[in-house]
C-alpha cells in the first residue's frame, strides 16, 4: 500500500515524534510520583540516558516504544516501505538498548523496561496494576525485568535478545 501522505507531509510527521517526554513517559511519572516515588528524569551520566532514575532503589526504568525498539507485539509491524532501512534502524536500536541495559548492570543499575504496549493500545494495563507491578518489582534484587501487556517477568539479557530477534525476523 502507497503511503497517504506526500514526502513533505511524512517528513513533518516523523519529525514531530519525540525522544524524551513522550506521553507514555509521562503517564507512568505522574503514577510514580502520585504514589510518593522521587526519580530523576535522562541521567546523562547513566548508560543509556534511562527515562526514569529511581536513585534509592538503583533502578533505571525506561520505557520503549514497541515499534521504535522491536518489540514482538501486535503493535510492532515494520513498515512496508523501506523495508530494509526500517529493519536497519530498529537492528540499530535494539542493539543500543542491549549494550546500554549491559553497562547498566555493570554500574549495578537494575533495569525495568517498560513497553508501550502495557501503557496504551488493546490489552493495556490498568493504571494501578501498572504501578502495583512496578511498586513490587523496585525494592527486589532483579537485575532486569521486563512489563508487557502479560504483566512482569524477570528476564536474562540473551532472552531479551531472542525476543527482539524474533520480532525482527517476522517479516
Not at 511519572?29 to 534509592?56: C, E, F, Q
Not at 548492570?105 to 537494575?110: A, L, P, S, T, Y
Request: aromatic share 8%.
Amino acid at each position: 500500500m502507497a503511503d497517504v501522505h506526500n514526502k513533505d507531509q511524512r517528513r513533518k510527521n516523523m519529525r514531530a515524534i519525540k525522544s524524551a517526554d513522550t506521553s507514555i513517559e509521562v503517564r507512568v511519572r505522574k503514577m510514580l510520583w502520585h504514589a510518593g516515588y522521587r526519580y530523576r528524569l535522562n541521567v546523562k551520566s547513566l548508560p543509556g540516558t534511562p527515562d526514569i532514575y529511581l536513585p534509592k532503589y538503583r533502578a533505571a526504568i525506561q520505557i520503549n516504544g514497541c515499534l521504535w525498539h522491536g518489540h514482538n507485539c501486535p503493535q510492532f509491524v515494520l513498515p512496508k516501505t523501506r523495508t530494509e532501512f526500517w529493519k536497519n534502524k530498529i537492528s540499530s536500536n535494539v542493539q543500543r538498548d542491549l549494550r546500554n541495559i549491559r553497562e547498566s548492570k555493570q554500574q549495578n543499575v537494575r533495569v525495568l523496561l517498560i513497553w508501550e504496549c502495557a501503557i496504551r493500545g488493546n490489552g493495556r494495563l490498568e493504571p494501578d496494576y501498572l504501578l502495583k507491578l512496578i511498586s513490587r518489582w523496585l525494592p527486589t534484587d532483579d537485575s532486569l525485568s521486563v512489563i508487557d501487556k502479560q504483566g512482569i517477568r524477570s528476564t536474562s539479557l540473551k532472552d531479551l535478545k531472542a525476543q527482539f530477534h524474533e520480532a525482527l525476523n517476522q517479516t
